[in-house]
């Protein structure tokens, strides 16, 4: 290699991206927004590796779906010639670990996780390689009320972030030998129209006919338009189910759309699916996805457990958040200014004071004269410059100057100093809590 290559700026690799401190306060506003309301529902946290066996994704996810065919970083381990996976979804693992650890023993269970999931695909707007989702699974029940309640408590969610005008469209994919029975019928209607298929369409006929019916492609939408629906070969019992949520939604007052061409793209799925869609993202408009899946369970070796969940999309989640001009702010409390030597010593010690009780505090380090010190705390965005200059040196006192709302600058001890901190903290927290309230 050549000699100037020792000095070699990397660059994260493309679909794999950094994000930034200029962005982490709306993630954790996210977040946190996300835990509050999970929490508000009995969703207990579990967190499981980004690395499974890769037979495990062929097995819950589907041989013939997009996710195994094409998007899986999968390798074999070079020394024991496992086959691994970066997961590219939450629930198959998820599964994995409720029955290694047979989390449903005693009864059922609602848990949620977040984290990085991976998929090899076409970098865009909304699309990336590694990507995070927030995903929630309920194990042991069986009615449509726990979806209900899944759905409802997204709805908060959306309101608790201020993203109004997200929609909601749910559908029923029947269980699996409706679905059969369906496929039959599909694949005659769909030979029937062959001419029309594109590609992707033709590959799909015989190993995974009801994801054409998700195709985009505009040539084929009249002919998807009128095949034959799904709908009127469920039996009593699926039909009762989805009824049963419907009911459920209009009574919480949860708008929805029954969209009888939401399949989603895994195979685990029957019965409930559902998707939350916003037409202010473009192309990548699908913010959350969901449904049961009654048969997962006892497909990944543990008793047979009916169950359901969801998994929404971070990133769009963030751009979203932004398109509607939502803010989140990491600015301290406290910028401390301190000029001088003394003043400096007092500093950290005065610091610590503040923190004790409850602030957080930017502590001016470096020297400077008071005028740069100033600027460094205009910009920080605090709220309140705290000041220890000769002049409060000599008389053992702070001064407290408001840096974002009109008001003098006064002396005071550092315990008056944080009385009045308190205050507006105490404000500050009011008013938070009251748009929680939504
Ligand atoms: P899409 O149709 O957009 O590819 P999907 O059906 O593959 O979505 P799911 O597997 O249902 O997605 O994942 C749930 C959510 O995770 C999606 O609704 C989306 O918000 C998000 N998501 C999926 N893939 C990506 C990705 N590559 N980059 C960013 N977010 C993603
Ligand atoms: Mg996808």
């Known amino acids: 290699m050549a000699e100037n290559n020792k000095n070699t ?29 999970l929490g508000q529902y009995g969703y207990r946290n579990i967190r499981m590796p980004a690395v499974e066996s890769t037979d495990l994704f062929v097995r819950s996810v589907g041989e013939h779906t997009d996710i195994v065919e094409k998007e899986m970083y999968s390798w074999v381990d070079e020394l024991n010639g496992d086959r691994l996976t970066l997961r590219p979804e939450g629930t198959a693992g998820c599964v994995r670990a409720v ?12 848990l949620w996780y977040m984290g990085p999931m991976f998929r090899h695909e076409n970098v865009q707007k909304g699309r990336q390689r590694q990507f995070h989702q927030i995903g929630a699974e309920a194990f042991g029940y069986t009615g449509p009320d726990v979806e209900a309640e899944q759905i409802i408590m997204l709805a908060r969610l959306w309101r608790a972030l201020g993203l109004t005008d997200v929609e909601l469209q749910i559908n029923t994919i029947g269980d699996a030998s409706e679905r059969a029975e369906y496929r039959k019928t599909l694949i005659a209607y769909f030979e029937q129209h062959a001419g029309l298929l594109d590609e992707d369409a033709r590959r799909r006929l015989h190993s995974n006919p009801l994801r054409i019916l998700d195709s985009k492609n505009p040539r084929m939408q009249a002919m998807i338009e009128a095949a034959p629906k799904l709908m009127d070969q469920l039996g009593a019992e699926t039909r009762v189910h989805y009824d049963g949520l419907c009911r459920m939604l209009q009574e919480a007052g949860v708008a929805f759309v029954h969209n009888p061409r939401l399949v989603r793209g895994l195979d685990y799925y029957n019965r409930t699916v559902f998707e939350w869609v916003t037409t202010r993202l473009g192309s990548q408009g699908t913010i ?21 969940g969801f998994a929404m999309g971070m990133e769009r989640i963030f751009l979203l958040m932004q398109e509607y001009g939502v803010t989140a702010s990491d600015a301290p409390d406290v910028y401390l200014i301190n ?16 923190r004790e009780a409850g602030l957080s505090v930017a502590m001016h380090a470096g020297g400077g004269s008071f005028k740069s010190q100033m600027k460094k705390a205009d910009r920080s965005g605090a709220r309140y410059a705290v000041i220890i200059a000769e002049d409060e ?20 001890s550092v315990n008056e100093c944080i009385a009045q901190l308190n205050i507006a903290q105490l404000n500050m927290a009011q008013l938070n809590k009251e748009q929680l309230k939504t």
């Open 288 to 308: 959350a996805g969901g449904g049961r899946y009654d048969t997962l369970v006892e497909r990944l070796g543990g008793q047979p457990t009916p169950a359901c």
């Open 9 to 37: 700026q990397f660059q994260s690799i493309k679909g794999f991206y950094d994000i930034l401190p200029e962005h982490t306060p709306l993630w954790l506003k996210l977040e946190d927004t996300a835990r509050q309301v």
């Open 339 to 354: 000029v001088g030597a003394e003043a400096e010593r007092l500093a950290l010690n005065v610091a610590e004071q503040l």
């Open 99 to 110: 029955v290694e650890h047979s989390l449903t023993y005693n009864g059922p269970q609602r």
């Open 393 to 412: 040196v000599r008389v053992g006192q702070v001064s407290l100057k408001p840096l974002r709302e009109a008001g003098q600058q006064r002396s005071c």
